[in-house]
């Protein structure tokens, strides 16, 4: 083997390519039903504070009309601003998911609210930019 191939060799070995995705947001589920955090992997990023959630229908994900999910860590009388900016290697945790369409999070003047249905779901972020698209892992609804 040359120099090159060894030096390849004892790259991969030493940074494995699991490592590759170490960077950039994710959504991670909490224990109980509903709960979710986004967590940053590196640089910091401005998010839209609008969830949104998805079900798996025949093995394809649609957006699922579910008003009044934020990324925020309180319910408080105050509108999320459209943006929220989270620090490098940071954490927010948000208010969860009640499982309804329009009270889906903290209490909501609503004509027409009911729960979703059970099913396969996730929830997806956005960058401000729109330039990235970020999807939690999938969950069940009972």
Request: net charge positive; aromatic share 2%; proline share 11%.
């Given at each position: 083997m040359t120099a090159a191939g060894w030096a390849l060799a004892t790259a991969l070995f030493a940074f494995p390519l699991?490592?590759?995705k170490d960077s950039g947001p994710v959504i991670e589920l909490g224990a109980g039903f509903g709960e979710f955090s986004v967590r940053t992997l590196g640089d910091a990023v401005s998010l839209n504070?609008?969830?949104?959630?998805?079900?798996?229908?025949?093995?394809k994900w649609a957006r699922v009309n579910v008003t009044n999910l934020y990324l925020r860590e309180s319910c408080d009388?105050?509108?999320?601003?459209?943006?929220?900016?989270?620090?490098?290697?940071?954490?927010?945790?948000?208010?969860?998911?009640?499982?309804?369409f329009c009270w889906s999070q903290c209490p909501a003047h609503c004509?027409?609210?009911?729960?979703?249905?059970?099913g396969t779901y996730r929830f997806v972020v956005t960058s401000c930019n729109g330039k990235q698209m970020i999807a939690s892992p999938e969950f069940e609804k009972k």
């Open positions: 699991s490592c590759a504070t609008s969830v949104a959630i998805e079900q798996k229908t025949n093995g009388a105050s509108q999320p601003p459209q943006c929220r900016r989270l620090e490098a290697n940071s954490k927010v945790t948000a208010v969860r998911w009640r499982g309804n004509r027409l609210d009911g729960p979703a249905p059970p």
